[in-house]
């Protein structure tokens, strides 16, 4: 049974992915594409071999050794072709789009009093909202979040954002010799140097789900009050990034020490970029959670990504409705594709400029899970398989969500966390 569609556009703020036009161009006339190369290829030897097709050569995207290039239209026939002769490149792609529709508020549920009265009551089905509510709060692993960025000085989260302090803020240079320059509060994947400082919002809302403190009022409280969240910024203040820039910095969150990585965000098109991403994080024990997006679909049959990339470590979420007992009308589902469900409809949170906002999306679902992930890491210090299985073993199971997801069931973040 598909879901009507209508439901979408009345209720939704995030996720959905453009995934059929190449991003940005570079300049008119020109289009961008994403080049991986050997492991035995340094950087030089691959800019040389772009350059020597005709391309222009961009910011690397490290540990995946992929390669951004820029290249005129009227030339990239040749381009394409001249690469895929060259025994030293392995891929050759157009760099995608990735996506965040424009962020509203859905009306009936904003900051209004019917709104959070109904939150309210959503929260007592809400395994997390028993979290939410306690005054007892997990200890939490390192967990990245990558999307538009964060609001660096939003109260709330004050403390909660994972300071790289070898690294000198705002000084053009990469002090700590990482391959990254000026990445202090997080790293902006999306302009290639500096602070993950949020333009958009949507982040920052998801940071909030997994850490936000308990201000008293707003029920916009953290799963993992004492979680270091290591923000990663790569879509802009439209909501508007790249594959290549998706799979930078999941590379970077890796490398900065995260062991699990939010991904609040799909578009329609694998790329091997991002995959290799999603191996590298694999490689190195880190389980990534991917919102399994907001389009009503059932992904088994319409694949999103990066929530649908066959990896093990990647655990694809749906989010549940306003009773928190089957799922939002909005969700996306599979079968055989979507783990589980998790909270995702009327969930406050924190805004740009110290701000609050009620939002409902897979996007709100996903770091729930996150949370829930990085809890039992400090416990038990398992890697991806452990700690996946242990999130899916524990879910509440209910008939509703028969189809819908692998397990039938939606997050039990005690029970996750504390089931031996
Ligand atoms: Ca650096
Ligand atoms: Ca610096």
């Known amino acids: ?8 556009g009345a209720l939704l703020s995030v996720v959905a992915g453009v995934g059929a036009t190449p991003a940005h161009a570079a300049q008119p006339g020109a289009v961008r594409y994403v080049v991986g190369v050997g492991a035995d290829v340094g950087v030089a ?40 002769r060259d025994p030293r490149v392995r891929y050759v792609e157009l ?6 529709p424009p962020s509203e508020l859905p009306r009936a549920t904003g900051d209004t009093a019917e709104g959070l009265t109904r939150s309210a009551r959503t929260a007592e089905r809400d395994v997390a909202g028993k979290v939410r509510r306690s005054p007892a709060t997990p200890k939490c692993a390192r967990v990245a979040v990558v999307d538009t960025g964060v609001d660096l000085d939003h109260p709330a989260l004050r403390g909660r954002v994972a300071l790289n302090r070898a690294e ?62 290591i923000p990663v910024r790569f879509m802009d203040s439209q909501g508007l990034g790249t594959t290549s820039g998706s799979a930078e910095a999941i590379v970077y969150a890796v490398q900065a020490g995260a062991t699990v990585i939010n991904c609040s965000y799909t578009t329609s098109t694998r790329t091997q970029v991002e995959y290799d991403a999603l191996a590298f994080a694999r490689s190195r024990g880190v389980l990534v959670v991917a919102a399994a997006g907001n ?3 059932d992904n088994d049959r319409v694949p999103v990504y990066p929530a649908a990339h066959p990896l093990d470590n990647v655990v694809a979420v749906a ?36 701000g609050y906002r009620s939002m409902s ?32 073993s524990t879910v509440s199971r209910h008939a509703t969500l028969r189809d819908r997801t692998t397990t039938t069931g ?11």
């Open 1 to 8: 049974m598909k879901v009507a569609q209508w439901v979408v």
């Open 45 to 84: 030897e691959a800019q040389a071999l772009l350059r020597a097709a005709g391309g222009e050569a961009r910011r690397p995207v490290t540990g995946v050794f992929a390669h951004r290039v820029s290249i005129r239209l009227a030339r990239r026939d040749a381009f394409v072709a001249a690469l895929r």
């Open 95 to 100: 760099d995608r789009a990735v996506r965040l």
């Open 168 to 229: 000198t803020r705002g000084n053009g240079r990469d002090d700590d010799h990482n391959g990254y320059v000026d990445d202090y509060g997080g790293y902006d994947a999306h302009g290639g140097r500096g602070d993950a400082e949020d333009t958009n919002g949507h982040g920052t809302h998801v940071v909030g789900i997994i850490a936000a403190a308990n201000n008293g009022k707003r029920r916009a409280v953290g799963l993992c009050r004492t979680a270091q969240v």
């Open 295 to 297: 389009a009503g679909n």
């Open 319 to 354: 989010a549940s409705s306003y009773d928190n007992i089957g799922l939002a009308p909005f969700s996306n589902w599979g079968r055989r594709t979507v783990a589980l469900a998790a909270a995702g409809s009327g969930i406050n949170s924190t805004w740009l400029r110290g």
């Open 361 to 392: 999306g897979t996007s709100m679902a996903a770091p729930a899970v996150a949370a829930a992930a990085a809890a039992i890491k400090a416990r038990r210090g398992w890697k991806y398989g452990k700690l996946r299985a242990q999130i899916l």
């Open 410 to 420: 939606r997050l039990n973040f005690e029970r996750a966390v504390n089931t031996s």
